[in-house]
């Protein structure tokens, strides 16, 4: 099993910034896919950004050029810096491990919430 455990969620205006970080309990090397995905109230959970074990990113339409996935293997942590948030960015944010198809993780959730 992976555990995850997410921080830097919190209350920002619009245009500002947050970095949310994904920290795993066991190397990220042995994972496939980690990412980022929210979910709104009433809305279903979406996928915002992924990054693979070989480095390969990639992102929802709506975040792309504004937000950033990075991984630092050494301390076994995935990133989402998070740039120009906008109102419709306020969601939980879960981190994701995919094993593989079958085998996935996630986290407890992080509220992002942006006011206008």
């Known amino acids: 099993q992976v555990q995850l455990v997410e921080s830097g969620g919190g209350l920002v205006q619009a245009g500002g910034s947050l970095r949310l970080s994904c920290a795993a309990s066991k190397s990220i090397l042995i994972i496939n896919t980690m990412g980022w995905y929210r979910q709104a109230p009433g809305k279903q959970r979406e996928l915002v950004a992924a990054?693979?074990?070989?480095?390969?990113?990639n992102y929802t339409d709506s975040v792309k050029g504004r937000f950033t996935i990075s991984r630092d293997n050494a301390k076994n942590t995935v990133y989402l810096q998070m740039n120009s948030l906008k109102p419709e960015d306020t969601a939980v944010y879960y981190c994701n491990a995919a094993l593989s198809v079958l085998s996935q993780y996630w986290g407890q959730g992080t509220q992002v919430t942006v006011s206008s």
């Open positions: 990054i693979t074990r070989s480095g390969s990113t």
